[in-house]
């Protein structure tokens, strides 16, 4: 039944039963339902009601997601109660606080079952419950959809606190639920944090609401009222002021409204609450912390250095074993302690603030000591970020850096979230911290901002205090972090020994360390395998290279996103070299997937994926979109740092500006690059191929062929392109045979892609049309057609010059299913003679629908099996439209009817 508005949200007591039940319900693994967690919030006094939010949430059929998202404190809770409250629903509402626990999927079915039976929606017996806490049968939740699908009135199901919910597996069947359910399911989501749902699928499709931290952020109006809650009634000006100084934060509203209560002049007092806090520190020292007993002062002022605590850490700062009893006591009295669940307790941050003034005031010195204390302790819990946070502001850099390198936390300077704010917190290292693991973060730190010299001088360090420890064996986890740091220094230098080497040595080490710490840290293993990859791809050891970067590439764990998603865009340059484009688009598919799924910042996905796109571009003639490409790329850090992304760049760059006629300005910057490269040392085969044979193409631009063979001769580069750009030389300067012995010493089947086939087949066919055998040149033009055509590779045709042109316009029938050529490779008077005489005025038989349906597929370039999938039609239905189209258009062919259908404007 709906929430009455006028009664509010029933609750029930926690050890109620369920409805229908004889006995409590049990998750699986026997524990007891605690229906404590189905009841819906009640609503204080002092609560505003706010139409403009409630409004927000409505109870159409609009969406299907409403979220609620924003920090703690900000009034998310409420306003949801509050709208159930206020609003008569059409249908029924069912609430459940989410707890960490139900990260097990069984555990957080069962839940939101119980919670809907609780709150009296009639469920099928065959939907069941789930056996065990660790999964659901899918099976299932498909029961439970369907059930939901058929309901004339949706549920509204809420689930707060949704941010202790990072299962994947809990969001994909809830997504499938939302998905299938239909206008049965209306699913409320309230968090702290963005829930593991595809919410970009939601907003593609307008199917969500969203209400967030700016929302819910009070505007001077509300704060009115709530003072006027308070007792307080305040001057507009004043209103307003406390309003924008709290930035509209419920929670920090409520707190000025309550230490004013107190004041004999409100107004006086919260205007200088604005200026200074003075005033609210006496009032909150004497009216809250003055009344607590001696014990609980003391957990006070000591906790107040914790974001949160736990008891036992209380304990740890107290040296008493209180902290339980004492915290839960302040919890419950409302003094500005909260609960967080799972033992855990926060002080509003105001208060703890001015608790940490009062400390150092009262104990000089102490606080340093309680940070110490509270690292080691949160150190040894698990919790191994919070304790470096503490023993960083107790300047403790040598433990904190040891924890680092002990526990193999060194790889997360370079991916993850928490990348930055570990970079962030050892920026203020003391520089008389030392040690190796001092030595090592911060060599990290100087590798991850691409200054290897300084890097490497802080490995030289690190290395030698290692070497030097009187007979006692170095750290394994230290001598693991400090392979890794080469194998990162190998790749900046393009030095692929150097990273061969070290990570031989990581290997090594890494056998050495127990198998639990290794499994919790598959970021190393991955960012070293990309690192590696990386250096032998400069290198040119295409295939080393890719079963590195294939391995790093197939590693999991969220730590492991970013060298994931750059080893794919490096497998992708990979296949880009071996001439197989459509691979390398799949790859940087997959690796835009993974940066999506990670949420990685875009400036992460330039680079590498760029250098490939602008690359693609230039083979499909896609010359704005090759240029925007190029842009992007040179923006990234990759530009600057990474030299096998330089030189493609550089490559890129060139060949963009032999396609676009800017011959002179092509073969400078190719002239640069050809005696000079981004790393020391010489350049990898696959560079300098790639340069000899831009300047072969723009010296033959020029019609200087044999300019064009000596920049061949000068790279020594022997790579099939090299050979197909020497026989396009050879062509030119009317070598026809010697061209046709080069083009022979090509392999056959030496892996290549075909963007190298096609290029090998045209200047085949060249060569035969040279030595007379027109006959051959189309057969093989034909070949090279039927190769470029999947991966529309339109530059070979483009660059393959005049002769292309006239053998397409005296046999325009090699073209009629190549639509996607430049159109202007075909014009000339022989092939506008050649094109049809029929003209736009000249009179037609009109078209059928089903003629015109099938017409405007060929115009798509669908193939007479795909324009017979479309339509449902037999493929020699489809032949017979086409030969009437063609008789009704006076014209042959397929490519010639979609050209005189557009000058009819009939498509």
């Not at 330039?606 to 083979?619: E, F, I, K």
Request: glycine share 8%; net charge neutral; with cysteine.
């Amino acid at each position: 039944m709906p929430l009455s508005p006028a009664a509010g949200p029933p609750v029930r007591p926690a050890d109620a039963p369920r409805r229908g039940s004889a006995r409590p319900a049990r998750i699986p693994g026997g524990d007891p339902v605690l229906a404590a967690r189905f009841a819906v919030p009640p609503i204080p006094v002092t609560f505003v009601h706010r139409p403009r939010l409630v409004e927000r949430l409505g109870d159409g059929p609009g969406t299907s997601l409403l979220l609620v998202n924003a920090p703690a404190g900000a009034g998310k809770t409420l306003l949801v109660a509050d709208w159930l409250a206020t609003t008569r629903l059409r249908g029924s509402a069912v609430w459940l606080t989410v707890e960490r626990e139900d990260n097990a999927p069984g555990v957080f079915w069962a839940y939101l079952l119980e919670a809907v039976r609780h709150h009296g929606v009639a469920l099928p017996d065959d939907i069941g419950c789930p056996a065990r806490a660790s999964e659901v049968d899918h099976s299932l939740l498909a029961r439970l959809a369907a059930h939901l699908s058929r309901r004339e009135d949706p549920v509204v199901l809420v689930l707060d606190e949704f941010e202790h919910v990072s299962s994947a597996e809990v969001a994909s069947g809830l997504h499938f639920l939302l998905g299938h359910a239909g206008p049965g399911l209306r699913l409320v989501l309230i968090s702290r944090t963005e829930p593991s749902l595809p919410l970009h699928r939601y907003r593609a499709s307008g199917n969500t609401t969203e209400i967030r931290a700016a929302d819910l952020a009070f505007r001077p109006r509300e704060t009115a009222a709530l003072l006027r809650r308070h007792g307080l009634d305040l001057s507009a000006g004043t209103i307003r002021s406390l309003t924008e100084r709290t930035g509209g934060w419920a929670a920090g509203l409520r707190l000025s409204a309550l230490a004013a209560q107190g004041a004999a002049d409100p107004e006086a007092y919260l205007k200088e609450f604005e200026a200074c806090r003075s005033t609210v520190a006496d009032f909150l020292l004497a009216e809250v912390l003055d009344t607590q007993p001696a014990e609980a002062q003391d957990l006070l002022l000591r906790t107040s250095v914790l974001e949160r605590v736990h008891p036992d850490l209380a304990d740890a700062l107290t040296g008493r074993p209180d902290g339980a009893r004492i915290l839960a006591d302040l919890a419950r009295a409302d003094t500005f302690v909260e609960a967080l669940g799972h033992g855990w307790y926060r002080c509003h941050p105001l208060f703890a603030e001015i608790l940490r003034v009062h400390l150092a005031a009262r104990s000089p010195g102490l606080e340093r000591a309680l940070h110490r204390r509270a690292a080691r302790w949160l150190i040894a819990a698990g919790h191994l970020t919070d304790g470096l946070v503490h023993a960083a502001a107790a300047g403790d850099w040598e433990f904190a850096a040891t924890q680092v390198v002990d526990q193999l936390t060194i790889g997360r300077l370079f991916t993850g979230r928490g990348a930055d704010r570990l970079d962030r917190l050892f920026a203020d290292m003391a520089p008389d911290a030392r040690g190796p693991a001092p030595e090592l973060v911060r060599a990290a730190r100087d590798l991850a901002r691409h200054d290897v010299d300084r890097g490497l001088e802080h490995l030289r360090r690190a290395e030698a205090l290692l070497s030097a420890r009187d007979g006692e064996d170095a750290p394994a986890a230290a001598l693991l972090s400090l392979a890794h740091l080469r194998v990162l220094a190998g790749r900046l230098l393009g030095s692929a020994d150097m990273a061969r080497t070290a990570a031989a040595e990581a290997a090594r080490w890494e056998e050495d360390l127990p198998a639990g710490l290794l499994r919790q840290h598959p970021e190393l293993p991955a960012l070293r395998l990309t690192d590696l990859g990386s250096a032998l791809l400069w290198k040119g050891s295409l295939d080393a290279a890719e079963t590195a970067l294939s391995a790093a590439a197939a590693t999991d764990g969220a730590t492991t996103a970013c060298p994931r998603q750059e080893s794919l865009t490096r497998l992708a340059l990979i296949d880009l070299l071996r001439g197989r484009p459509g691979r390398a688009e799949v790859r940087l598919r997959k690796a835009e997937a993974e940066a999506e799924r990670a949420g990685l910042p875009p400036d992460s996905r330039t680079g590498a994926g760029q250098l490939v796109l602008a690359a693609l571009a230039v083979d499909r003639d896609d010359l704005p979109a090759a240029r925007a490409a190029i842009d992007l790329a040179t923006g990234s850090d990759a530009a600057d740092h990474d030299p096998a992304v330089a030189a493609g760049i550089a490559i890129v760059r060139a060949r963009t500006l032999l396609a676009e006629g800017r011959t002179r300005a092509a073969l400078d910057l190719l002239d640069g690059l050809e005696h000079g490269g981004p790393a020391a040392g010489p350049p990898p085969p696959w560079v300098r191929e790639g340069v000899a044979v831009a300047l072969c193409t723009g010296h033959l631009a020029e019609g200087d062929p044999a300019a064009a063979l000596r920049a061949l001769e000068r790279s020594g580069a022997d790579g099939p392109e090299c050979a197909v750009a020497a026989a396009r030389a050879r062509l030119a300067a009317g070598e026809s045979r010697h061209a046709l012995r080069i083009l022979d010493a090509i392999p056959e089947h030496d892996g290549h892609g075909p963007a190298v086939t096609a290029r090998v087949l045209l200047a085949r066919s060249q060569a035969a049309l040279a030595l007379g055998d027109e006959a051959a040149a189309q057969r093989l033009l034909a070949r090279a057609l039927t190769v470029a055509r999947p991966e529309r590779l339109r530059r070979p045709f483009r660059d393959a010059g005049p002769w292309l042109a006239r053998l397409l316009r005296s046999r325009p029938e090699l073209v009629d299913s190549h639509g996607w050529l430049p159109p202007d490779l075909l014009r000339g008077p022989t092939g506008e003679a050649a094109e049809d005489t029929a003209t736009a005025d000249d009179p037609v038989e009109p078209l059928s629908d089903r003629e015109l349906d099938v017409l405007r597929l060929a115009a798509q370039m669908l193939s007479t099996d795909e324009i017979a999938a479309e339509l449902i039609l037999s493929v020699n239905t489809v032949k017979t439209h086409l030969k009437s189209i063609n008789r009704k258009l006076s014209v042959t062919g397929r490519n010639r009817a979609v050209r005189r259908a557009r000058a009819l404007h009939l498509l």
